[in-house]
Structures are given as C-alpha cells and as structure tokens.
C-alpha cells in the first residue's frame, strides 16, 4: 500500500511538472504576407526546423493571409495574436503604413515583434526589434547590374512590383532604378526612368500585381503585346514563375527573343521551379533570398531574447544568390 501511496504521488509530481512545461512553452508566430507562395513555405520550413531544434521549448505558429497580399487581413491576424498574448511576433509586412497599428498595440503589450522579408517604415523602426532577412535594396541592384550586361546600351524597360505599399518591393524597385540610372535617388521606390544612361521606363509600368500570380503572368502577356520589342522586364519577386505551366506558356513566345538577348527577362528569387525555368531558357538571371534562414532566424533570435540574450543585429541580412545561365549549378549557397 505504502509503494502503491508512493507511485501514485510519483505520478501526480510527473503530470504537475508535465503541465508546468507545458504553459513554460512559448508560442512565436510567424506571419507571412500570404499563404499561397512556395517563397514562404520555405520560411515555414525554416521556423519548424528551430522549432524542432528547440526540445519543446516554444511552438512556432505558421500563420497568415490565404491569398495574394491580404494587406489588411494581415493587419487583423497580428492584432488577433497580440489579443492571444503570444510570446513573439515575426511578421512580413504587405502594407507596411498600415501593419504600425497593430505592432504598436504589440508594443503596448510587451510582446517583442521582429520583421522579416519586408519591414516597416523607417518612422516606424521602434515598433519592432529588428529585420532580419534581405537588403532588398541590394536585390535591385543585383537585378539591374544583369540587365546592364545584357543591355549596356540601356533601352526600354517595364518593372514588374508587388504591392505598391510593399516596403521590400519598394526598395528594390529602387535598387533597380537607382543603378541603371547611375544616380541615387532620394527614397524608394526611386526616380522614375525616362532617359537615364539608356533606359526609359514605357507607359504603363510599373506593373503592380498585389502577390497574385496569375495576373502577373497576364500582366507580362499584356505588355509584350503592346511592345513587342520590349528591351527588358524586371519583376520584383518571382510572381509568375511561381506557376510554371502558365508562366512557359506566356514566355516560352520569346524565348528567342531571350536567348539573343533581345529581351533582357531578369527575375528575383531563385526557388527550385524558378532555376528549372532559367535552364529552360526562360529567363537570363535570377537573384535570389533565403527564406529558410528567415524563417529560421528569427525563431532562434525569439528563444535568445527570451532567455536573456541580446537582440539580434538590426538589420540581420540573411545575404543573396545571384544566378545566372553561365553559373546556375554552383549559384546557390550551400
């Protein structure tokens, strides 16, 4: 009986201290701007491998918009975990203005908040810890620099954007034209191009596709139809490479035109499906992030915080790939 007595409170002492951990855990959310994207199912990977990693010691709650930017759906799932009192935010902004609501209330709360992929705006720096992820300027650059060597002359371009109040595509659209035009300008999204070393931004552009990859594909197809001798397309983020089949068949048209280098058809990112259309000949370069490491990251820089350690290094750059048909097996960081 006395053993009996003695196991049972072994075994109430093993469910209390079951219980304690399990309200110890921390929760720490990761908010893309939607669902939908293969680009963000690698920063998903990214924060269950910390997750993983971390014995139990917090849960990373992959959450978001389902579809295309969800600017203001997004602004209401951050407001709706500040609500649940999670432990850490890490959010990519779709609608940087807007997302300042809702990290203020973050702030209020005494929950930290990290950006990633794209940040806020730069009034607004003090409502999270830091970025980590891509010096989205330095992606326009790279893009641009691809374009220049294919077309040192310059010639007619059309940007292809995100959302227009997307920070990170803002940035980078400025990389793009700050570069070409061999002048800085004085902020994001840059000086429109109208003669610069070349290079004339055409009517209609730039194109803005609210992350909804089908109109992208429609939006390049539209343009091409209209300028036909169109000497360079940039979009911002690999949009319509995201859906291959639509994507080759809107390309696949000029994939002359391409491989003469008569349209300089350069695209951010470097996913797997992205690099099988470059070797395909569907593209001329790719300059590409990591958003495991994203992903990664701020999970590790969350459980650091909140074991007493400092903050990550704002901004954290999680560094890029830039790609090439000449380099594309060896492009890749390991």
């Known amino acids: 009986m006395k053993k009996l007595m003695m196991t049972v409170a072994a075994v109430a002492v093993a469910l209390s201290a079951g219980a304690a951990m399990a309200q110890d855990k921390k929760v720490f959310a990761l908010v893309p701007k939607n669902m939908n994207n293969p680009f963000f199912d690698q920063a998903r990977d990214g924060c269950k491998k910390a997750e993983a990693e971390s014995n139990g010691a917090f849960e990373c709650m992959y959450i978001g918009p389902g579809e295309h930017g969800g600017g203001d759906e997004q602004v209401a799932i951050v407001q709706d975990l500040v609500a649940k009192k999670v432990n850490g935010i890490a959010v990519a902004p779709s609608n940087a ?6 990290l203020q209330a973050a702030k209020d709360a005494g929950i930290p908040v990290l950006t990633w992929d794209s940040d806020v705006l730069p009034e607004n720096k003090d409502l999270r810890v830091a970025y ?26 059309c940007i292809q954007s995100g959302g227009a109040a997307a920070a990170n595509h803002n940035e980078r659209m400025q990389g793009i034209r700050d570069t070409l035009a061999g002048v ?4 994001s999204p840059g000086d429109q191009l109208t003669g610069q070393n070349g290079w004339t931004e055409i009517a209609g552009c730039p194109l803005y596709t609210d992350d909804d990859f089908p109109r992208s594909v429609q939006q390049f197809e539209d343009i091409m139809a209209k300028n036909p001798a169109l000497d360079a397309f940039i979009p911002t983020g690999g949009f319509p490479q995201f859906i291959p089949d639509a994507n080759r068949a809107a390309v696949g048209k000029f994939k002359e ?10 695209v951010a990112d470097t996913l797997p499906v992205q690099i099988d259309q470059m070797k395909e000949g569907l593209s001329l370069g790719q300059v590409g992030q990591r958003p495991f490491e994203m992903g990664y ?8 915080m909140a074991e007493g350690m400092p903050a990550p290094a704002d901004p954290t750059y999680t560094g890029l790939d830039v790609c090439t048909p000449e380099n594309v097996d060896t492009c890749i960081a390991k």
């Not at 800085?184 to 902020?187: E, G, H």
């Not at 035109?257 to 350069?266: E, G, P």
Request: charge should be positive; glycine fraction near 8%; proline fraction near 2%.
């Open 257 to 266: 035109q391409i491989a003469s280098k008569a349209l300089a058809l350069v």
């Open 97 to 102: 203005a807007a997302m300042a609501v809702a």
């Open 297 to 304: 990251k701020t999970m590790i820089a969350f459980k650091e």
């Open 184 to 187: 800085k300008s004085a902020a």
């Open 132 to 157: 980590i992820g891509t010096h989205n300027y330095e992606i326009g650059t790279n893009l641009a620099k691809i374009a220049m060597a294919i077309k040192p002359k310059g010639g007619s371009i």
